[in-house]
């Protein structure tokens, strides 16, 4: 059992470029459910769009890689229209049941066989993200490491967590900025009760709509991070569970506060990759019986999972607010 | 029979202002006078339903809506004048609250048409109405739990520049106004007894406290017209008695005041105008003094006291 390569494992987990992902995905969602009460289940529409309008728009049309990026918060904020238009008037139920819907429709239509000239249907498409790398600062020979024992990245992942982590602090920092005015003040008025917000001359359709684009954007910006770490997409990323993981990191750190959702990011990726290689570890023990050991082969990751699910349920249980939240105004739920 | 009820309600209303001659007097005693000629109009309004009133600032034409085959409203003409407070009375499932949220634009009229302010409107939405001034308050109080008192308060403040998101990130551009609000909602909160709990979450407030609440967080939003539904349903004799108070006082200011109320002596006591409701349809209008006499009323919604006593 070696520990330290456990621990090396959960720290480049916690901190790389998967963190970051589910970090955009979890402040965006933050907007949505943690300051406007909007119930998005399909957080993961907007990852997509975000990935997808990048790799198609470099892959298939040949474009550059800004632009790449441009297109896909574009559609994010497309998406975020087309969604909100029809659904925003309606109950939040209505709204979280188009939302998960809409977000499986796309993955869906993406992956198909029949849109395999546009997206690569069911194969990933691949792209050359080198207009990005080109500007990597970090030297990146074949020996060149950055980190301290097992917690070591290469050139081109300092390079990417770098870019991500600057920007997870930005828009945190734009987050803060926004909902601390009384525009973020009528969002809460919304998430508290819509229709006291009315009773005041608040729109709250509109600004359903602006917290959803705002959120969605975000959500596409972990998109883009996603496709240019990859340098592709594959449909299969973004299933719904990417939405319940944005959900889980969100909880774990608290939402409707500012650090939340980065911290819970953060929390949720080294929880889940530590458990996984103390599992990998512990199979490969001599001493365990043999019945154990074939249980946990193979099956660390979904395990891991598992635990992580666990340990929501134990957060829910005993610090509903999450790690940063606050106790008394979790308590006013119970009215 | 009417001599029973009338020593009943005076007590009521010698607790917290005269009816008939001590308002104006309340009023000429504040306002110099001022208003005394604004309120002398009401009192030559005969009491008919659906009569003229001199400055209506509410006039409603052939409202209905049906639930099913229900028809909780069914009013052929109404006028509210303004400056004036007009309680709206009746007995449960009257339409009381749904005659509230279809001029308010809560919900959606079957037929009808009124106007606001002198303008027609046309395609009632809530916020809209509400930017206009007409604010409402909810029979179910609806205080926003997480969010401070003081935020509660300044919610209600109308056109916010920080409340558009192109000047929300950029604290310069809003900060003078949010501190101006900041001024006037502590002293609202002042004068409905809650300064001391300014920086507490709504959602800690007794059930007493956010009807105050609400009704601090309606005066922010600079309303022409304040409708209140039920303002002292559940709240305690002394809380009431201070909110009537503040009720006379907004009336005295010029405000337009139409609540619901089942309390009989808070309806004498503080209104000038009294509309009963009754299975949707209004079966009498006029000053309290008045009403409370009225047969079909009597019949419909304040009961006898002794069977046969009344004839």
Known sequence: ?335 | MPDELTPGIDEARSGTDELTPGIDEARSGTDSGHMGAEIEPILTVPPVIGAPKPHPILVVDDLTRSFGGLRAVDVDHLEVERGVVTALIGPNGAGKTTLFNLLTGFDRADTGRWSFDGEPVSSPSPDQLARKGMIRTFQLTKSLAKLTVLDNVLLGAPSQIGERLSAAPFRSRWQDQEEANIEQAEELLDRFNLAHMRDELAGTLSGGQRKLLEVARALMADPVMIMLDEPMAGVNPALAQSLMHHITQLAFEGLTVVFIEHAMDVVTGISDWVVVLAQGRIIAEGPPWKVIHDDEVIDAYLGRRRAGAGS
């Open chain 1, 1 to 335: 059992m070696d520990f330290d390569i456990i621990f090396g494992n959960a720290a480049r987990a916690a901190f790389g470029p998967e963190a970051v992902i589910l970090a955009l995905a979890a402040i965006g969602l933050n907007v949505h459910f943690g300051f406007t009460g909007l119930l998005n289940f399909g957080q993961v529409g907007f990852l997509l769009l975000g990935a997808y309008g990048t790799s198609v728009s470099v892959a298939t049309f040949g474009w550059s890689l800004w632009v790449g990026i441009l297109v896909g918060l574009v559609l994010s904020v497309a998406l975020a229209v087309a969604l909100g238009f029809p659904t925003l008037r309606l109950h939040a139920v209505m709204f979280a049941i188009v939302t998960i819907a809409a977000a499986e429709i796309i993955r869906i239509l993406i992956g198909s066989t029949d849109a395999i000239g546009l997206t690569g249907g069911p194969l990933s498409l691949s792209f050359d993200a080198g207009a990005f790398y080109d500007l990597n600062p970090y030297p990146d020979g074949p020996h060149d490491r950055y980190g301290v024992g097992t917690f070591e990245f290469t050139g081109q992942q300092m390079w990417v967590i770098t870019v991500g982590w600057v920007l997870v602090a930005l828009v945190s920092l734009v987050v803060f900025l926004i909902v601390r005015s009384p525009w973020g003040r009528v969002l809460k008025s919304i998430r508290e009760d819509e229709d006291a917000a009315r009773s005041l001359g608040k729109n709250v359709f509109s600004y359903k709509m602006q917290a959803l684009i705002i959120g969605g954007v975000i959500g596409g910006m972990g998109g883009v991070i996603d496709a240019i770490k990859t340098s592709g997409a594959d449909p299969n990323g973004f299933r719904p569970q990417v939405t319940f993981f944005a959900y889980t990191a969100l909880l774990l750190g608290g939402a409707a506060t500012y650090v939340g959702p980065v911290l819970g990011a953060i929390l949720f990726w080294f929880l889940r990759e530590w458990i996984e290689s103390f599992l990998r570890q512990l199979s490969a023990e001599a001493w365990l019986p043999g019945t154990v050991a074939d249980f946990l082969d193979g099956s660390e990751g979904v395990i891991s999972v598992g635990m992580v699910g666990l340990a929501l349920v134990l957060l829910m249980l005993f610090r509903p607010q999450g790690l940063t939240g606050n106790r008394t105004e979790m308590q006013l739920d119970a009215r």
